[in-house]
């Protein structure tokens, strides 16, 4: 008896560590976040890009949706701070088009 009360045990113990884990969804912007950070680094491949984070999500259109990403990038001890925004078509998942806005060091620190 107690060598099957032990094995129930064991048995429900290895039960309850091998239940698969559910991540939670990944969110759209992360993949245009990383997309935005590329396209900085190509675009002032003198600045060090140090972070980003995703400003917001503007719906244009059936076929337009714009990701904006406030970035900060550094070139000798030299912060910018330059809004990316990323234009994707949401019915294909594909960009249509990155461009860029680069903010006074004023404005930026008022964000």
Do not use: C
Not at 8 to 14: D, E, G, R, V, W
Not at 63 to 88: D, M, S
Request: hydrophobic letters at 40%.
């Amino acid at each position: 008896m107690l060598i099957f009360t032990f094995r129930l045990i064991l048995a429900s113990f290895l039960t309850l560590t091998i239940v698969p884990r559910h991540e939670p969804p990944t969110p759209a912007y992360v993949e245009w976040g990383e997309l935005a950070a590329t396209a900085i680094k190509d675009e002032y491949p003198d600045y060090e890009l140090k972070d980003y984070t995703f400003a917001g999500k503007t719906i244009i259109s059936e076929e337009r949706e714009q990701y904006t990403f406030k970035v900060w990038i550094e070139k000798n001890n030299e912060a910018q701070v330059v809004h990316t925004y990323v234009l994707i078509d949401p019915q294909t998942e594909q960009p249509i088009h990155v461009f860029f806005d680069e903010l006074s060091n004023e404005t930026a620190l008022s964000l």
